[in-house]
């Protein structure tokens, strides 16, 4: 059974700071995904990770995967307050999601 | 480009009637389509997804069931619904690599 799991779940930050949000997964995926929903809203799509190595950038977001290790990270530089969401990672097969990390960045 | 339809959008039912959520995919053929709940405050759980019409795989077996009569077309449905089916249910398609995710609908059992 493939298990998604996300952390930190929740994470308050100041504006400014650099944080850094871990996905992993428990079996062999082609694909990682992340996504952002703000409340009460669907979800934006982020990023779609391909391969092992991968890495992209938008704006203050870069998201990576390390198959080997099957980790995702999302890394955020120099929080601003218009990144507070939730962010879920998702991995294909049955395109399971982590339980997600509910972002608040402070001033 | 690829669309997901949903509706409607907020629902209000009382618990014991029947329910039907209708997702529809405008731009691709032939996508894998998922059916996922969202409980206030929480994460989305998969209960439903499709790879072609008529084939349907459960992963949370409860009073909910899914329907895919059209290439385009992945139905949501419940005879008597519970007071635990409240959340937000999203339909979300992948198709080439590419993933989207409709709009969603609210629903409230009273």
């Known amino acids: 059974e493939l298990k998604v799991e996300q952390n930190p779940l929740f994470l308050s930050m100041q504006e400014g700071k650099n944080y850094t949000i871990y996905c992993n997964y428990s079996t062999t995926s082609d694909r990682l995904y992340w996504y952002r929903q703000d409340p009460g809203k669907s979800l934006e799509s982020l990023f779609v990770l391909l391969s092992n190595g991968a890495v992209k950038q938008e704006g203050r977001l870069m998201a990576s995967l390390d198959t080997k290790a099957r980790l995702s990270t999302l890394h955020i530089t120099a929080a601003v307050h218009d990144l507070s969401a939730t962010y879920f990672c998702?991995?294909?097969?049955?395109?399971?999601f982590g339980k997600g990390t509910k972002l608040s960045v402070k001033p | 480009s690829q669309t997901i339809h949903q509706w409607p959008a907020t629902l209000v039912q009382p618990v014991g009637s029947p329910l039907s959520l209708e997702c529809t995919v405008e731009g691709t053929s032939n996508p894998n389509l998922y059916w996922y709940r969202q409980a206030a405050g929480r994460g989305l759980q998969l209960l439903f997804y499709?790879?072609?019409?008529?084939?349907i795989s459960s992963e949370v077996p409860q009073n909910l069931s899914a329907s895919r009569p059209q290439d385009r077309q992945f139905i949501l449905s419940s005879k008597k619904l519970l007071l635990s089916d409240s959340g937000f249910y999203l339909c979300?398609?992948?198709?080439?690599?590419?993933?989207?995710f409709g709009p969603g609908t609210r629903l409230t059992v009273t």
């Open positions: 979300a398609g992948i198709h080439g690599g590419e993933q989207y």
């Open positions: 998702a991995v294909e097969g049955n395109l399971i």
């Open positions: 499709s790879v072609g019409i008529g084939q």
